[in-house]
């Protein structure tokens, strides 16, 4: 399982969609570790989930293969070589000094506003195909550049969540029946779901209170990525207004670091979510940075383990129920819109300065939505101009 999923970890271009599809390949084609349906089953359950749905399936499918430990594993190998890179490259920014007169790391955070641009794209078309769903998106992104806090972001995805469940009535999707499951995976006793559901929301909850109560930097890296982790509906591009509002008015990090952060995460393997490595060691007043970048790392995933632990024994009744399929509709519209907003501000304000800017932004653009070159190409040809503009 360990050396399965590193190797899947090291060449997993493209972000969540295209891991998906290797994912099949490898276990499905390939070794015949699941079927089809199992595999389609285990699929629909981490788009439910909040979090980043690629590493959760890899969870998934390690559970199924090797239990606890093999969810474990799997998890490590497939975010290892991403998160090594991430640390690393934490390191080389505090070497470069000021980051704001690198003109390749300059670059970086223009190929973030294309690469943001693309998601809001993509995820517009799938997520809000009707007239609700659109003016549900505009209403949350309104709201979000009016209120930019995290306060304002949880309050977003609870009324999306509330306005998708009593107003989406009519959607054929919601009104769609679905096909049975196959039978109940035997991955985890029903005592340990509760159990692992139970952790999962007394740190959610507990987490903020032991952070005023104890002044440890360490507790609060871990609170702030910890609940940034439990809240992302819609894929790893929505962690980016969550994980922005926690550390940069704390002063952990400055706006030009994130975005540089944000736009190099694109250029390499595995999952987006590696970026909080990256954040975590650029935290000064940690003790080490590489300290720093693991700690954040095991925050920012312990939610996807203890929701796929907890859910998956489950998940055969729930995904029977309307209700909870209008509410995520409703839910997956809202993260649309914390998109949008978070498109404008930090991304575009934080890169987009001049003409010559918006140019290579646009071209990054038109590469990535309809040359459809790989986004790890994208990003070094954008660094190359932003050096070539400096």
């Known amino acids: 399982m360990f050396l399965v999923s590193s190797r899947l970890g090291l060449t997993s271009f493209g972000g969540p969609v295209a891991h998906l599809g290797y994912y099949r390949e490898e276990y499905v084609r390939r070794r015949k570790w699941l079927t089809d349906e199992e595999y389609a089953d285990l699929v629909a359950l981490c788009q439910f989930l909040p979090g980043p749905a690629s590493t959760q399936v890899s969870i998934a499918i390690g559970m199924k293969r090797a239990g606890q430990i093999g969810a474990l594993l799997a998890w490590l190998g497939f975010t290892m070589p991403s998160a090594v890179a991430m640390v690393l490259f934490a390191y080389g920014v505090a070497a470069t000094g000021n980051v704001a007169d690198a003109g390749w790391l300059h670059g970086l955070k223009i190929v973030a506003v294309a690469v943001v641009a693309w998601a809001v794209w993509g995820m517009a078309r799938s997520l809000c195909p009707d007239r609700p769903r659109v003016t549900l998106a505009i209403l949350a992104a309104a709201g979000m550049l009016a209120a930019p806090n995290t306060a304002a972001q949880v309050g977003v995805i609870i009324v999306g969540g509330i306005l998708g469940w009593t107003l989406l009535r009519s959607s054929a999707a919601a009104k769609a029946p679905i096909v049975a499951a196959p039978a109940r995976l035997p991955i985890a006793g029903r005592w340990f779901a509760i159990g692992a559901l139970a952790v999962f929301f007394v740190l959610l909850a507990g987490l903020p209170v032991l952070r005023q109560v104890i002044a440890s930097e360490p507790l609060n890296v871990f609170d702030s990525f910890y609940r940034s982790g439990s809240l992302v509906f819609g894929g790893g591009h929505v962690v980016l207004p969550l994980l922005q509002a926690e550390v940069v008015p704390t002063g952990w990090v400055t706006d030009e670091e994130f975005i540089a952060g944000y736009g190099a995460a694109q250029a390499v393997p595995g999952p987006l979510f590696t970026f909080a490595a990256y954040l975590g060691a650029s935290i000064e007043s940690m003790p080490a940075p590489w300290l720093g970048g693991l700690l954040a790392l095991i925050a920012i995933f312990l939610p996807s383990y203890l929701l796929v632990a907890g859910a998956l024994p489950f998940w055969d009744r ?49 590469l990535l939505a309809f040359w459809k070159l790989p986004p790890w190409l994208v990003v070094v040809g954008a660094a190359l101009g932003g050096w070539a503009l400096a």
């Open 318 to 366: 729930i995904r029977q129920n309307a209700p909870f399929r209008r509410a995520l509709m409703g839910i997956n519209a809202a993260v649309v819109g914390l998109l949008i907003a978070a498109l404008y501000d930090p991304v575009w304000t934080s890169a987009i300065h001049a003409p010559k800017d918006f140019g290579l932004g646009l071209v990054a653009f038109g």
